[in-house]
C-alpha cells in the first residue's frame, strides 16, 4: 500500500512511501481508506510545531473514513463492506476524558494516522457513518465536527433563542454554527473576508462582523445583543483573543476553549472571568459516545459538512498547501 510520511519537517519534505498492507489481529479490522479530511493540527504535526513533532517518521493526518475489507476472528460488531471513521482518540470510548483515554492520537506525533491506503483499527476504535452522508462529507466528522459537537451540545448546551459566537470560517467553526443553529441558537459570525461573511450568512448566521477590519469586534457583538454579550462563544483562537471572548460573553455565559491558532498561552483577564461568573471550558475533540450521538443529529437534521474542496492522494503538498493560506470557507478533503 502506498502511505505518506512525516518526520515534522514541513510539507515539501513529506515523502510517498509503499509498505506491506497491514494484517489484522483479532479485534481488529482493515479499513481502505476512501476519503480524509484535513485539520489545522495536520499542519503542526507536518511542520513540527512544538511537541506535535513527529518523535520518528509517522503517517500523518487524524480524520478519515473507509470501507471495511477485512476482519478479525473476534470481531463481532462490524462486517466487510461497512463504511466508518475511525475515531481521534482511540480508548475514548464513553464518560469523561482520563488518562487512559487521552493515549495515542491518530496522525500525531507518537502515532500513525490516516494518510494511507489501508488503515487497521481496532474494532471499538470506530464508528458507522451517517447515512446521509457521502464519504467525502463523512471524512470531515472525526476531529472537526466531533469538537465543535463536544462544544455545542455538551459544553454549551445551547437553547433555543440563545446566541452563539463562532469565530471565522475554519472547520470547526461552521460545524458549531450549523449545530448551534439546528439547535434554535442564534448566530454572530466572525471572519477576515466578507465574501465569507456572506456565505455564513447564508448558512443562517444573523449577523456577522469582519474582525480585520474591527480589531474591536467585542465592542460590536455588545451592541448586537443591547450591551449584554452572548450567551455562549465558540472560541478557537485563543492567545489573547480569550480576552476579547470574555469581553463579549454575556455574565453567566460560557467559553468553549478548543482553538490554538494564536499561541499556547497568553496573560488574561481573570477578574472578567471571576466577576461575569462565567464557565470556561477546555474541549478536546469527543469520545466515541458523542461521535454516535452527533451522528444521529447530523441524519435527524439532515445537516451536510460544508466542504471547500476535494483534492487526490497525489495532491496531497497542494492541499496542505491551501489549507496553510487560509483561503479555505469548512473543510478540505483528500479522496483516494
Ligand atoms: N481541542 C481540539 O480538540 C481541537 C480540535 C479541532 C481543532 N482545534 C483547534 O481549533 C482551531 C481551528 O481549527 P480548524 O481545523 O477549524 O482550523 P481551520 O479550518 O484551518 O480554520 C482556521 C480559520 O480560523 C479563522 N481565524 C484565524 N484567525 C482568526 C482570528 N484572529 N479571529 C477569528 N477567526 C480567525 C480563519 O477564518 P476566516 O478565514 O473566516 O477569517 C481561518 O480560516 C485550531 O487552533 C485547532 O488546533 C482543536
Redesign the pocket.
Same mark, same amino acid.
Given at each position: 500500500m502506498k502511505v505518506y510520511a512525516t518526520l515534522g519537517d514541513g510539507i515539501e519534505a513529506l515523502q510517498v512511501k509503499e509498505l506491506p498492507t497491514p494484517k489484522v489481529e483479532s479485534e481488529e479490522v482493515l479499513v481502505k481508506m476512501k476519503s480524509v479530511s484535513l485539520?489545522?493540527?495536520d499542519l503542526?504535526v507536518i511542520n513540527g510545531v512544538a511537541s506535535w513533532k513527529p518523535v520518528s517518521q509517522r503517517i500523518p493526518v487524524s480524520a478519515g473514513v473507509g470501507e471495511i475489507t477485512s476482519i478479525g476472528k473476534n470481531v463481532s460488531k462490524w462486517k466487510v463492506g461497512d463504511v466508518v471513521a475511525g475515531i481521534f482518540l482511540p480508548k475514548w470510548l464513553e464518560g469523561n476524558l482520563t488518562a487512559e483515554a487521552y493515549i495515542l492520537p491518530l496522525g500525531g506525533p507518537i502515532a500513525d494516522g490516516v494518510l494511507a491506503e489501508y488503515v487497521v483499527f481496532n474494532q471499538q476504535s470506530i464508528v458507522k457513518v451517517p447515512a446521509n452522508l457521502s464519504n467525502t462529507e463523512a471524512a470531515t466528522l472525526p476531529? /472537526?465536527a466531533l469538537?465543535a459537537w463536544h462544544a455545542v451540545a455538551r459544553r454549551s448546551q445551547v437553547k433555543d433563542g440563545e446566541t452563539v459566537l463562532i469565530?471565522?470560517?475554519?472547520?470547526?467553526?461552521l460545524f458549531a454554527l450549523q449545530f448551534a443553529k439546528a439547535m434554535g441558537g442564534k448566530i454572530i459570525a466572525?471572519?477576515?473576508?466578507d465574501e465569507?461573511l456572506e456565505r455564513v450568512k447564508a448558512l443562517g448566521a444573523s449577523n456577522t462582523i469582519n474582525?480585520k477590519k474591527h480589531a474591536d469586534w467585542d465592542k460590536k457583538v455588545l451592541d448586537l445583543t443591547d450591551g449584554r454579550g452572548v450567551e455562549h462563544v465558540i472560541e478557537?483562537?485563543?492567545g489573547e483573543?480569550l480576552n476579547r471572548s470574555l469581553n463579549a460573553v454575556k455574565i453567566g455565559g460560557t467559553i468553549s476553549f478548543?482553538?490554538?491558532? /494564536?499561541g499556547l498561552s497568553a496573560p488574561i483577564n481573570t477578574y472578567q472571568f471571576v466577576s461575569k461568573n462565567i464557565r470556561i471550558h477546555g474541549?478536546?475533540?469527543g469520545s466515541r459516545k458523542m461521535f454516535e450521538e452527533m451522528n444521529r443529529f447530523i441524519e435527524l437534521h439532515g445537516i451536510n459538512p460544508v466542504i471547500d474542496r476535494v483534492f487526490s492522494f497525489i495532491q496531497i503538498k497542494d492541499a496542505l498547501k491551501y489549507?496553510e493560506s487560509?483561503s479555505?470557507?469548512g473543510k478540505v478533503i483528500i479522496d483516494f
Open positions: 485539520n489545522f493540527r503542526l476531529v /472537526a469538537t469565530q471565522g470560517t475554519g472547520g470547526v467553526s466572525l471572519s477576515s473576508s465569507k474582525y478557537v483562537v485563543g483573543n478548543i482553538g490554538l491558532m /494564536a474541549i478536546e475533540t489549507l487560509g479555505h470557507f
